[in-house]
């Protein structure tokens, strides 16, 4: 299935980017779930994503069962976690040892396209909690020696989004998740950034940086901090737990929450029999990407002399938002 896109359109006025609006060219996929039986969902959603599947896959599978009104014991919820926490480890590494350095574009710290395929092939591999475990604890150690990049200089000069709160899924259950909400979600009316910077904000190294207004700095950081965490707690299967829930929203409709690279995932399923007669998913790149939200704000003021530094800011201002859909920029003259 076609993966969409986003448009980044900024106003420039030949000294800074005056404004930004962006179009979202992302499938609904959740439309493409209703009528299935439910007990196909989590294969379906399996096929349908390319990135984050297996949280996507995850959400699926919770969601139903909480629709169901099912219980889940902790090892159930263990043995969901696991694939997600892996994953979440594999996409942060292609984010640091890829996508950066491409961006960056800097001869002496080019991509490193092996390193980030080896640790790949050994987060697909480990298939249980011992051969996790080992992974993680060769992956601690070499976190400590990698030589991760850094974003560059910037200085803080448009307003910023509130950071989403972690909620469980017992809060967002509470709320009434509606289509128009899947496309611009908000919380009590604000739009905010979801994502490692949101999980990771109370870190005293994270709010040195914000402090300071090196937001996409403490983006990369936030995302370092979480891949040595999220190790860690591969030794400690429970631990995984704290990445995803589900509840009840009412007789036979489940609302799931799962924590994923690029931030809070909910999905939302009102059953009809033994099928599905609606389904709704928020992903974190309708949060970062709002036409509102944390990219607009954030890049509205940024000086640029030419059309290529404003190109770049923008480049590198949505890498550090990490939308989970390819992104263009063009430009609109002020």
Same mark, same amino acid.
């Given at each position: 299935m076609h993966e969409g896109s986003l448009d980044?359109? =900024?106003?420039?006025?030949?000294?800074?980017?005056?404004?930004?609006?962006v179009v979202s060219k992302r499938p609904q996929v959740a439309s493409l779930l209703r009528g299935l039986p439910a007990a196909a969902v989590s294969d379906r959603v399996l096929q349908l994503f390319g990135i984050c599947r297996q949280a996507q896959a995850a959400a699926a599978a919770l969601c139903v069962r909480s629709a169901r009104g099912e219980r889940l014991a902790p090892g159930a919820l263990d043995e969901l976690a696991l694939p997600v926490a892996l994953e979440t480890i594999?996409?942060? =590494?292609?984010?640091?040892?890829?996508?950066?350095?491409?961006?960056?574009?800097?001869?002496?710290?080019?991509?490193?396209?092996?390193?980030?395929?080896?640790?790949?092939?050994?987060?697909?591999? *480990? *298939?249980? !909690?011992r051969s996790a475990a080992a992974v993680a604890a060769d992956l601690?150690?070499?976190?400590?020696?990698?030589?991760?990049?850094?974003?560059?200089?910037?200085?803080?000069?448009?307003?910023?989004?509130?950071?989403?709160?972690?909620?469980?899924?017992?809060?967002?259950?509470?709320? @009434?998740?509606?289509?128009?909400?899947?496309? !611009?979600?908000n919380l009590a009316g604000e739009v905010a950034e979801t994502g490692t910077l949101a999980r990771q904000a109370g870190a005293a190294a994270i709010t040195r940086l914000l402090a300071a207004g090196r937001r996409i700095e403490a983006r990369l950081r936030a995302r370092l901090l979480e891949l040595h965490s999220l190790a860690a707690?591969? *030794?400690?299967?429970?631990?995984?737990?704290?990445?995803?829930?589900?509840?009840?929203?009412?007789?036979?409709? &489940?609302?799931?929450?799962?924590?994923?690279a690029r931030g809070t995932l909910l999905h939302r399923l009102d059953l009809a029999g033994d099928g599905?007669?609606?389904?709704?998913?928020?992903?974190?790149? @309708?949060?970062?990407?709002?036409?509102?939200? #944390?990219?607009?704000?954030?890049?509205? &003021?940024?000086?640029?002399?030419?059309?290529?530094?404003?190109?770049?800011?923008?480049?590198?201002?949505?890498?550090?938002?990490?939308?989970?859909? #390819?992104f263009s920029c063009s430009f609109v003259d002020a």
């Open positions: 980044l359109a =900024l106003t420039w006025d030949g000294k800074r980017i005056v404004a930004a609006t594999s996409e942060h =590494l292609c984010h640091l040892l890829i996508a950066w350095p491409s961006l960056l574009a800097d001869p002496s710290r080019p991509p490193r396209v092996a390193d980030c395929g080896d640790w790949r092939r050994r987060l697909r591999a *480990a *298939a249980d !909690r601690v150690g070499w976190l400590g020696e990698a030589d991760l990049p850094s974003p560059g200089d910037e200085s803080p000069h448009g307003a910023v989004a509130p950071l989403l709160p972690l909620l469980p899924a017992a809060e967002w259950a509470c709320m @009434e998740l509606m289509e128009d909400f899947a496309l !611009r979600p707690a591969l *030794a400690d299967p429970p631990r995984l737990s704290a990445l995803l829930d589900a509840r009840p929203v009412r007789a036979d409709v &489940g609302l799931a929450r799962v924590e994923t599905v007669g609606h389904y709704l998913i928020v992903s974190p790149t @309708e949060w970062n990407f709002h036409p509102q939200g #944390p990219f607009v704000r954030e890049i509205g &003021g940024c000086p640029a002399d030419s059309r290529r530094a404003a190109r770049f800011a923008a480049e590198r201002l949505a890498l550090s938002l990490d939308p989970c859909v #390819p």
